[in-house]
């Protein structure tokens, strides 16, 4: 059993995730307004729901706000269909989006895909590309410097560095990582490398695309060099 918060304005929707995931087992939270999400209440959750377009504060300042204080899973619920909301959402540190209207059977698969892999903690260590991972900890360094990857982007690293010198597309990193069929979330990919290499170059990696590299017209791939 794992804690859901759910926040959206919509009532009906609320009763709808509320019943579809407790079904699976879950304890679920709702809240109609980012600004009733609490720090306990983040703390609390395990994965988390946030609706975008709400009065007062959206899902995006909700999620700016909390990210610091919580590594759980964020997936926004959004009826924004637009290329730029998506990459607003997860530059921001949000792991998922679902457009609405969605198939609950597809909320109830990415919930339990993101939980599944926010679970798994194979004991070892490796470095690839120059970068260290702790594959129990979850945890990636550059030198005795800690990356502060989300959990989407740490395991789309950790993926790509365990199959290193091997090149995957998009859509192949998505499904392998999230555990389901990511055929329409390229831009989510897309945007989950970009920041990765943000934060090797912060982190004083001169040239973050030889570590993670882009193979023009197929994929992504990980150097494969300790």
């Known amino acids: 059993m794992a804690h859901i918060l ?5 009532p009906d929707l609320c009763t709808l995730l509320k019943t579809a ?3 699976d087992g879950h304890a679920v939270e709702i ?3 980012g ?5 306990s209440l983040c703390r609390w959750a395990d994965c988390i729901l946030l609706d975008v377009m709400m009065p007062g504060e959206d899902g995006f300042a909700t999620c700016r706000r909390i990210r610091a204080i919580t590594q759980a899973p964020i997936l926004f619920l959004t009826a924004r269909t637009d290329e730029q909301s998506v990459l607003t959402g997860l530059g921001i540190g949000a ?3 679902l457009t609405k209207p969605f198939r609950v059977a597809e909320l109830r698969a990415r919930v339990a895909a993101h939980l599944r892999r926010q679970n798994r903690a194979p004991a070892s260590r490796m470095v690839r590309g120059g970068i260290g991972f702790d594959l129990a900890a979850k945890t990636a360094m550059v030198g005795e410097q800690p990356l502060p990857f989300t959990r989407s982007e740490y395991a789309i690293s950790e993926y790509l560095a365990l199959h290193a010198g091997q090149t995957f597309s998009k859509e192949q990193i998505y499904e392998a990582v999230f555990g389901y069929d990511g055929t329409a979330d390229d831009t989510a990919v897309t945007q989950h490398i970009k920041n990765i ?3 090797l170059r912060t982190a ?3 040239a973050p695309e030889t570590v993670l590299k882009t193979i023009w ?3 992504y791939q990980w150097k494969s060099e300790t």
């Open 31 to 33: 809240r109609t307004s």
């Open 197 to 199: 290499r943000a934060k």
């Open 95 to 97: 792991d998922d989006y």
């Open 204 to 206: 004083g990696v001169a």
């Open 217 to 219: 017209g197929v994929g």
């Open 6 to 10: 759910a926040v959206d304005d919509d």
């Open 35 to 39: 600004v009733t999400v609490t720090e």
């Open 21 to 23: 995931l407790e079904r």
